[in-house]
C-alpha cells in the first residue's frame, strides 16, 4: 500500500486536474478510494473481532425475534 505522503501526493495532483478530467476518470477514481475504504473497514472488523470475538449465530437469531415480537 501507498504511504500516507504519497496519498495527500496523489489527492493534491486529483485536485489540480479536477476540471480537465473526464467523468469516467472521476469514476474510476471514486472506486478505487471507496475499494481502498472497504480493505481498511475489512482489516478493522478482523482486528475487532480478535479483541472482541464474534458473536453466535443463535444469539443473533434471539434477537431478532425478540426485536420483532
Request: aromatic content about 2%; proline content about 1%; cysteine-free.
Amino acid at each position: 500500500m501507498e504511504t500516507t505522503i504519497e496519498r495527500q501526493e496523489l489527492i493534491q495532483l486529483i485536485h489540480a486536474h479536477l476540471h480537465i478530467a473526464s467523468e469516467s476518470t472521476l469514476e474510476e477514481v471514486l472506486e478505487l478510494l471507496e475499494d481502498e475504504k472497504d480493505l481498511i473497514d475489512y482489516d478493522l472488523a478482523i482486528e475487532d473481532i480478535k479483541i472482541n470475538g464474534t458473536v453466535p449465530w443463535e444469539e443473533i437469531k434471539k434477537e431478532i425475534k425478540k426485536d420483532v415480537a
